[in-house]
């Protein structure tokens, strides 16, 4: 049946009883429209929660697998600069994920852990960055004769600054 105008609703009612149970018919069936829509939108509200649940599911899992293959190529000492150690890397990408701290950071957390925590690794990374920009600056006859090539500097920086540290604690030696 299709929907009355309101022409014809006032036409029948103009027109007697039959009209009337005509017009309570008509009612029935909006109504009845009415709610297959609103379960209609309910349940594809409901599926496409399910689908966004499942997508973010997907999507955090492999993130967190991301994250701990890229932590498992850093060597130890990258990994201690960082304040991790292999054996809680799968813990603290959890922990991260989920914004809350790991449990083995809970238990040794201090505020006096917390400075060498946070900041010596950015002292140290500045430093580096620092001196990593002015060997970049010499020339390739300067770094050769400290025994550095550009390649170390782009590909091996850590063995660069451990060996310009070494050189910095001799000089110091000789100068004391």
Known sequence: ??????N???MLRAAGPQAAQLIAFEQVMQQSRELRAEAAAKTFATVGRAFKRLA?????ARTRRKVIDQLHRL?????????????????????SLENRAPSWAVESFSFANLGKAIVRPIVRWHRNAVTLGELEQLDDHLLADIGVNRGDLRYAPES?????????????LVAA
């Open 56 to 60: 973010n599911g997907v999507v955090r």
């Open 75 to 95: 060597d130890d000492r990258m990994l201690r600069d960082i304040g991790l150690e292999r054996t809680t890397l799968t813990e603290a990408v959890d922990a």
């Open 160 to 172: 660069v600054m451990e060996r310009a540290e070494a050189a910095n604690r001799n000089q110091a």
């Open 8 to 10: 014809e609703l006032l």
């Open 1 to 6: 049946m299709t929907r009355l105008t309101a």
